[in-house]
């Protein structure tokens, strides 16, 4: 993942989910509503644009910033509430 183009919020999710093992981040994700976390796979991993995923899942540019953020917000909250029980 290309760092220069993260938020300071984006970049404090990244810092913190390094310190939950594995496992337990991926299980966070897998628990992320479908289309979020599949956005969420498409733009963090695999790099796409909006663009392109709004065109393979048939919805808006818009819709897939959306719901990308909704997945940011969701995960940070995922992760903030498991460092806080560590």
């Known amino acids: 993942m290309d760092l220069s ?3 300071d919020e984006d970049l404090m ?5 390094a310190e939950i093992p594995l496992p337990i ?3 966070m994700i897998s628990t992320l509503p479908e289309t979020q976390r ?3 796979n498409l733009y963090c991993i ?3 644009s909006h663009n392109e995923i709004a065109s393979l899942l ?3 540019p818009k819709t897939s910033s959306s719901l990308l953020a909704k997945a940011k ?4 909250e995922k992760v903030a509430q498991y460092l806080n029980t560590k």
Not at 13 to 17: D, G, L, M, Q, R
């Open 46 to 48: 695999d790099g796409l």
């Open 5 to 7: 183009s993260l938020s």
């Open 58 to 60: 048939g919805i808006k």
């Open 25 to 27: 981040l991926m299980k």
């Open 38 to 40: 599949l956005i969420l």
């Open 13 to 17: 999710t990244e810092e913190k989910a």
């Open 73 to 76: 917000r969701l995960l940070n």
